[in-house]
């Protein structure tokens, strides 16, 4: 599949300290282009009340997914008190 990246969740990895999550997320994202469809990518949850809207969880975060066709755009990256303030 396709991968794009918002501007908000690029600023968001760049607050990201801890390397061990930073690896996390690089897998996650490596997993993704690999993934040939959607369904193929693990820890995916559909956002209830959004068609088009997902997350994935990585320890104490969350990642907000957006789906269009054959494009995963990665939205936003943020810890899981604040990801639901903010996105979608």
């Known amino acids: 599949m396709k991968v794009k990246f918002e501007s908000a969740f690029a600023k968001d990895l760049q607050k990201i300290k ?6 996390q997320i690089k897998f996650v994202i490596l997993e993704c ?22 997350r994935i969880k990585i320890r104490d975060y969350r990642i907000g997914l957006e789906i269009q066709e054959d494009t995963i755009i990665f939205t936003r990256f943020l810890h899981r008190k604040d990801i639901y303030k903010y996105f979608p």
């Open 33 to 54: 282009k690999k993934a040939e469809l959607f369904n193929q990518v693990k820890n995916v949850k559909k956002l209830t009340g959004y068609n088009n809207f997902y």
């Open 18 to 23: 801890d390397r061990k999550l930073s690896e």
